[in-house]
Nanobody
């Protein structure tokens, strides 16, 4: 069964850091664009970051630029999201995804993880 499995979420104080990981299970997505999205309560899911298949190009949402870093290790079939200087407004369920179309469009990501909760306290 094809799966993307997120880990690393949790509770952190404002200004702190967390690193999320998304591991492939069942197949490898090394040739796919990989993205992170998030959904806060009562809000639509939004783009956070993405990385192309080689890791040579990265993309970020305006709200996380300069604070978050996406990376991938294709040998380990894992994608990471390093989150620094966290703010209460970063509180959300974070989802990883794999796709082959538009970097920013959720509809072009065909494989999704179950999500991991990130809570930032003030």
């Amino acid at each position: 069964q094809v799966q993307l499995v997120e880990s690393g979420g949790g509770l952190v104080q404002a200004g702190g850091s967390l690193r999320l990981a998304c591991a492939d299970s069942g197949r490898t997505f090394s040739m796919y664009t990989r993205g992170w999205f998030r959904q806060a309560p009562r809000k639509e899911r939004e783009f956070v970051a993405a990385i192309n298949w080689s890791g040579g190009s990265t993309y970020y949402g305006d709200s996380v630029k300069g604070r978050f870093t996406i990376s991938r290790d294709n040998a380990k079939n894992t994608v990471y999201l390093q989150m620094n200087s966290l703010k209460p407004e970063d509180t959300a369920v974070y989802y990883c995804a794999a796709g082959s179309g538009s970097i920013y469009s959720q509809t072009d990501y065909h494989y999704w993880g179950q999500g991991t909760q990130v809570t930032v306290s003030s």
